[in-house]
């Protein structure tokens, strides 16, 4: 599983993601300010296990980003405050640590 935090994205860096989500992400984005986005490139299955415990350990919004990938592989997009987001992405780690 590759992951990545990006603390405060370039509106470019905004824009590309947002031609990658359906329109629902898009909506929240513009709506929202967005201090950090983390990242994770994950089996479907661990895309809506990932995604509960995110919306579970912090106040963030997650999406689905759509792209080129394999079927059985998707990336997942975390975002809100930079503390908000580090919490989700860390309950994630540890959930993952736990498991084995």
Wanted: glycine share 4%; proline share 5%.
């Amino acid at each position: 599983m590759a992951t990545r935090i990006i603390n405060a994205p370039h509106p470019d860096v905004l824009q590309m993601l947002q031609r990658r989500m359906p329109p629902h992400g898009r909506a929240w984005v513009q709506a929202n300010r967005v201090d950090s986005v983390g990242l994770m490139q994950i089996a479907v299955a661990d895309l809506f296990y990932f995604s509960d415990l995110a919306l579970k350990a912090a106040g963030v919004f997650t999406v689905e980003l759509y792209g080129t990938c394999p079927q059985h592989v998707t990336s997942l997009a975390i975002m809100g405050e930079t503390s908000s987001v580090r919490m989700a992405m860390d309950a994630i780690a540890a959930a993952q640590q736990s498991e084995f």
